[in-house]
């Protein structure tokens, strides 16, 4: 071990000092120090105090035949080129890289780093990223980014700037294996586009699971071929009944792809039994009321429908757990969406479930998981599901109820950890905050920062935690500007206590003493990207 985590304050220290020491600073040259722009922190980090230039003569070089690490390359060069204007060509290399190059390695496997660890060494002459799989190198890509100065994320060419990293070498891996965000495009629909930007936001900060909500009682958003109104009558409209919309199997699988190529995993979410109106509006069938309405001319009878709903209430909505279409309808949607995920798990909701019969609740998720397994994915559900009989590999996703986190516990299932008062990015930031919801919490910047997913809850320890997640309902949220208004910059802190060990090396505590320095050298990188971001006053932002 190059340093142990305990040594991190020294470290920034010393960093500092060097910051400080540094005279005339050129344009962004205050974001340069090395740990100040890195963001999640590193596990292990050492700076040689000299600098590698990116110029017009740098070249990019791929010492491994394998197609996926060209890729990363690729990506890579693509994301430096636009601000440097320097060609960067992308060359497979036998042997040793020339002088003034970066070099992209395939390594051997190592237990620690894993795939998605990675290490890199920076001299004055060379830029070496290797790590066992390409995911790694994706990994490491991002910290190349975070080196450079800010500008490096500008759209266009930027002049006077000195394109230089520190050296220095970084062994670096996660902490957790899911770190993710979930996106509701049910409450309101978010184009193709915007979320390929969220994607390319997530990856910024190391994520790797996109967990898509897609259907709610305001929206379904996903084209299931063998009930398609679905889309046509339930994906018809959103919140506040403007127009709504839905992806096909086509932009759903171009999104998986996109996810795919960032080593993000897409889990789709159906939320069922509840949360379900906008499909009991779009067949009837589904529904348990056997209600009838005479039809004003004529002897005819009809089933009582409800209509498409446009508020923000939940828990009135179930599907009917006790009628055979119900499970006919599952096993066609989970079908359809198993055969178009790669990633080995669906999301079946589960929560708030409050016009469930709870005798038929608990049969109803039973089955579910069933259906899932059998068409070869694993199951995530709300942490409700934890009263029910988990299935071995079923994971429950804590949001409200740490007690149901403690049922999965005992039924020997792991847990993704969303804890409303910290993790949920649709909470406002404060009471002044126009967009958002605030029945959890009001959650400032440092909030959302100061939390260890191991010590949150007695009876919960790292053991147990699979993973964070992020989550954005978007019952307030239309634009991509609100998105990022509310994602930013609490996500970078989710996104640290996902990938870093705590900062001071004791468990339960982060120093956002510390941290907020480094956040506030993403303010330039948030401009430099055109997100739209939350100015909190807590942050000293740099200009
Ligand atoms: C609770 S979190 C919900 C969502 C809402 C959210 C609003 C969860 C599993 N259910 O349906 O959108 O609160 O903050």
């Known amino acids: 071990m190059i340093l142990a985590r305990n040594f991190r304050f020294i470290l920034v220290a010393c960093f500092c000092v060097f910051a400080l020491s540094c005279q005339a600073p050129k344009k962004n040259e205050n974001q340069r120090s090395p740990i100040n722009s890195l963001i999640p922190l590193p596990q292990e980090i050492k700076s040689t105090g000299k600098a590698f230039e990116l110029t017009d003569k740098t070249a990019v070089y791929v010492a491994t035949e394998d197609e996926q690490v060209f890729a990363v390359a690729e990506y890579l060069a693509g ?5 440097t204007g320097f060609p960067l060509p992308v060359n497979k290399v036998q042997g040793q890289a020339p002088e003034g190059s970066l070099v992209l390695t395939k390594t051997e496997p190592d237990a620690q780093l894993g795939e998605e660890g990675y290490s890199l060494e920076v001299t004055e002459s060379t830029v070496k990223l290797s790590a066992p799989a390409a995911a790694g190198l994706f990994r490491g890509a991002q910290t190349i980014r975070q080196l450079l100065p800010a500008a490096i994320e500008s759209a266009s060419v930027q002049n006077d700037v000195d394109w230089k990293i520190e050296t220095g070498t970084i062994r670096d891996f996660p ?4 770190r993710g965000m979930m996106l509701d495009v049910a409450r309101h629909f978010f184009s193709v586009e915007e979320v390929k930007r969220l994607l390319d936001e997530m ?21 299931i071929k063998s009930w398609p ?44 039994p509840g ?96 259906i899932v397994i059998s068409h070869g994915k694993k199951v995530v559900g709300w942490d409700e599901i934890a009263n029910t009989t988990l299935k071995p590999n079923t994971m429950a996703q804590v949001w409200a109820d740490a007690q149901n986190g403690k049922k999965a516990i005992a039924q020997g299932a792991k847990l993704i950890l969303s804890p409303a008062s910290k993790s949920y990015l649709d ?21 959302a920062y100061t939390w260890d997913p191991a010590k949150l809850v007695t009876g919960i320890g790292r053991e147990n935690v699979y993973g964070i997640e992020s989550a954005l309902w978007s019952e307030t949220i239309q634009t991509r ?17 996902g990938w870093s060990a705590p900062a001071d090396g004791k468990e339960g505590s982060r ?6 320095i480094r956040l506030a050298n993403h303010g330039p990188r948030f401009k430099a990207m055109g997100i739209n971001f939350y100015p909190s006053k807590l942050v000293p932002w740099v200009q």
């Open 481 to 497: 500007s609100d998105i990022e208004y509310m994602t930013f910059p609490r996500l970078p802190g989710h996104a640290e206590i």
């Open 203 to 223: 990856a910024y900060y190391k994520l790797n699971v996109f967990h898509w909500h897609l259907s709610d009682d305001q929206g379904w958003r996903i084209e």
């Open 275 to 370: 949360h379900t109106n906008a499909a009991l509006a779009s067949y009837p069938e589904l529904n348990c009321s056997e209600q009838t309405i005479k039809i004003s001319q004529g002897n005819e009878m009809k089933r009582k429908v409800p209509g498409l709903y446009t508020g923000i209430e939940v828990g009135f909505s179930t599907l009917c757990a006790t009628k055979e279409v119900t499970y006919k309808f599952i096993d066609d949607v989970v079908r359809e969406l198993a055969e178009m995920t790669p990633g080995p798990y669906l999301h079946i909701g589960g929560d708030e479930s409050h016009a469930t019969k709870k005798e038929d609740y608990i049969p109803f998720v039973n089955k579910v998981q069933e």
């Open 511 to 516: 120093n956002w003493n510390e941290y907020k």
């Open 79 to 83: 994301k430096l080129r636009t601000a």
């Open 427 to 447: 909470m406002s930031y404060d009471s002044t905050s126009k967009l958002g919801l605030h029945w959890a919490a009001y959650i400032e910047v440092d909030s």
């Open 229 to 272: 109104k679905l889309t046509e009558v339930g994906g018809s409209t959103q919140v506040g009944g403007a127009k709504g919309g839905f992806y096909t199997q086509e932009q759903y699988k171009e999104i998986v792809k996109y996810a795919a190529e960032r080593y993000i995993t897409v889990i789709p979410e159906i939320d069922m």
């Open 175 to 178: 902490n957790y294996a899911w």
